[in-house]
């Protein structure tokens, strides 16, 4: 390190190396063998923690056998945004089709008491400037989010489009009338000239491997599938009510536990809450949007605010500075106040290791806010991070830490025994003790490491019976992410699958959007009857791609990291290379932009 960054390390107060060892310490605890392979899909044995709590009954329909244009399978954002794009193009004949009971995606599994978006609602909302609708508050809960969803499919008129509560089964490509073929749980046969997937990627519930899950006769549920008749309150009332005479076990500290952990120990009995790895907790900083600020915005706003959002998160502020002030910019911020007091500008290794400092500064901050609320020094101990910012998607709340002051509410640390160690009939064992409880609720994840098939449940069949598993078992590739060669008239709207990397997950989907719904609106406009990438862009794309540094950041600081879904669990070497774009959302953004300008579908291959 230079004399000036030296200076700068101690100004901060920051001993980087007594960090780092400590980092490697807590690592080391938690790393296990097993990695990725130590979780069980939901799916496995366990289909009835799957159900959807959100409909009644069951509802009749004759089997579809018509054909569309456009058939998307998926109705959160992804699929939402392709459709409109697709409407904004003109193309009315589409259609939706969706296992969940309504639109919504992520936000209508996730209707946990508390959920929240973690990224500000004016950049993660979608289409707010078509709906001309600004959200309530700076971060959204998820009733107003499935709001917007709502507000959407009207808008651009797709819920007479939509067929919910239908499971599709398989997809495949007919060459001889160059259709898609598509068939569902429900007798359907549908034909569509184009076939958009929108996968999503949080639906997909995980559980530990612990023994013993099946045996527990308690109530079981996944934070992803609520059940609000067992504990009261509802999707818009988190006065969870009948927890008064329970005692309950939270498994997990991640993202979702950090937003229900405060109104399950508001309502529960006793409430205990397992924890592997602690989570970072910084400050939410929510508010009312003000209201002269929301009446001052101009039409092309909310494009503006995720361009700059974006691009201040990759150290590139654009001519307006750093719109969004939160804890997501804060290192960039951070960087930025100490480079204008560095003349001559830093080395590309004196700015790799300013940036280090101001996280491990961050990191910092965040022990300290433990340190200021919570009072039982033992529990106190055990809820600090002791990793670097970025190793696990940080979370930002109020309520979660001083939830540990609570009489009723007990941290069970399990971080020795990597993990529960079992289950039982009656309750959950760690370190050695049972704790009796009435409930568990698994906070535990998503499976978002599956093959695309395992996380869809159907497989996409392209030409010569070619199934997209088979396409990519020796790695993927696509043309511009959005494409298969073999496989056409088909597109995807799958974030992190070869496109940037961005925090705001909403505005990469967006992206893909208007590409899959310009390259659809105008091979049906140029009546084209089969479109698909040719081999040498494909190629040429996924090379690109490939020779990226991984999207979770560069694979030498993931491997330092504590393990998480963001590094294989602690095992970054093994994980399967998807490829990333080498830029921001902006840059591909203008990228593609560019390739649309020019009108001539460089790359496609055209069939009459
Ligand atoms: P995560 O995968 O982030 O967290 C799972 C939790 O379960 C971790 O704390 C994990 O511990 C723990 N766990 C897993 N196995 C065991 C075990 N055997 N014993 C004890 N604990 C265990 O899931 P989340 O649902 O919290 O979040 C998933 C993603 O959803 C987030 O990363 C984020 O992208 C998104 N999200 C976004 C929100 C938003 O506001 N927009 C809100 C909520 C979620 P360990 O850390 O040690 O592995």
């Known amino acids: 390190m230079s004399d000036r960054i030296q200076a ?13 060892a400590r ?27 799957l159900a959807d709590p959100f409909v009644d009954g069951e509802v009749e329909r004759e089997p579809l056998t018509d054909e569309i244009d456009v058939l998307i399978i998926g109705a959160g954002f992804g699929g939402m945004l392709c459709a409109a794009r697709l409407r904004e193009q003109g193309v009315a004949s589409l259609r939706i089709v969706e296992e969940a009971g309504d639109f919504g995606g992520t936000w209508y599994w996730n209707r946990y008491p508390g959920a929240q978006c973690d990224i500000e609602s004016y950049c993660y909302l979608p289409l707010l400037d078509e709906l001309g609708y600004t959200p309530k508050e700076r971060y959204s809960y998820a009733n107003e989010i499935f709001d917007v969803a709502q507000k ?18 398989q997809v495949q490509w007919d060459e001889d009338c160059a259709r898609w073929i598509v068939t569902t749980n429900r007798g359907d046969e549908m034909r569509a000239r184009f076939v958009i997937t929108a996968p999503g990627s949080l639906h997909r519930a995980k559980l530990p491997g612990a023994p013993g899950l099946e045996d527990f006769k308690g109530k079981v549920f996944h934070t992803s599938r609520w059940d609000y008749d067992y504990t009261g309150g509802s999707t818009s009332d988190t006065n969870l009510d009948r927890l008064g005479d329970k005692k309950v076990a939270v498994i997990g500290t991640g993202c979702t536990a950090i937003q229900c952990v405060p109104y399950v120990a508001a309502s529960a009995e006793h409430l205990y809450v397992f924890q592997r790895t602690p989570a970072s907790v910084a400050e939410r900083q929510n508010a009312p949007t003000n209201p002269e600020w929301a009446a ?40 930025f106040e100490f480079l204008s007091e560095l003349d001559p500008p830093p080395s590309a290794e004196e700015f790799a290791a300013l940036t280090d400092l101001v996280d491990l500064k961050y990191t910092d901050d965040v022990r300290k806010r433990v340190d200021e609320t919570v009072t039982d020094p033992e529990t106190r101990e055990k809820l600090k991070a002791w990793y670097r910012q970025f190793c696990k ?16 509410v007990t941290l069970i640390d399990t971080s020795e025994s990597q993990g529960i160690e079992c289950v039982t009939e009656t309750g959950i064992v760690a370190g050695g003790v049972e704790y009796e409880v009435d409930c568990i609720i698994y906070a535990t994840g998503f499976d978002l490491t599956g093959s695309m098939k395992q996380r869809t449940g159907y497989d996409i069949i392209g030409e010569n019976g070619l199934t997209l598993s088979d396409a990519w078992a020796n790695g993927y590739r696509t043309f511009q992410a959005v494409s298969v060669r073999n ?9 992190g699958l070869q496109t940037p990397f961005s925090v705001n997950i909403t505005a990469v989907l967006d992206d893909l959007a208007r590409h899959i719904a310009y390259v659809t609106a105008t091979a049906l406009k140029r009546n ?31 491997a330092q990291c504590t393990p998480s879904y963001y590094n294989n669990e602690g095992d970054p070497a093994s994980s399967v290379q998807v ?30």
């Open 8 to 20: 700068i390390a101690e100004q901060l107060g920051i001993d980087r190396e007594a960090l780092n």
């Open 23 to 49: 980092f490697q310490e807590e690592r080391q605890k938690r790393l296990r063998s097993d990695h990725s392979d130590q979780y069980r899909r939901a799916a496995e044995g366990f289909d009835h923690l």
């Open 152 to 169: 959407i499919a009207e808008n651009f008129d797709l819920r007479a489009s939509a067929c919910f509560r239908t499971r599709v089964e």
């Open 296 to 335: 001052s915005l101009q039409p092309g706003w909310q494009e503006q605010r995720r361009r700059n959002f974006d691009a201040a998160m990759t150290f590139q502020p654009d001519e307006n500075g750093i719109l969004v002030q939160d804890g997501w910019t804060s290192q960039v911020r951070g960087v």
């Open 393 to 408: 998607r940080p979370t930002f709340n109020d309520e979660y830490l001083p939830t540990f002051n609570r009489p009723n």
């Open 487 to 495: 496989f056409p008239n088909y597109f995807m709207a799958a974030f």
């Open 528 to 558: 084209i009857k089969k479109i698909q990438p040719c081999e040498q862009a494909e190629a040429e794309w996924t090379e690109m791609v490939m020779s990226t540094p991984s999207m979770m950041g560069a694979a030498d600081f993931q």
């Open 579 to 608: 490829g990333v774009f080498p830029g921001n959302c902006n840059d591909f953004n203008a990228f593609l932009g560019k390739w649309r300008d020019a009108g001539d579908l460089a790359g496609m291959e055209i069939g009459q």
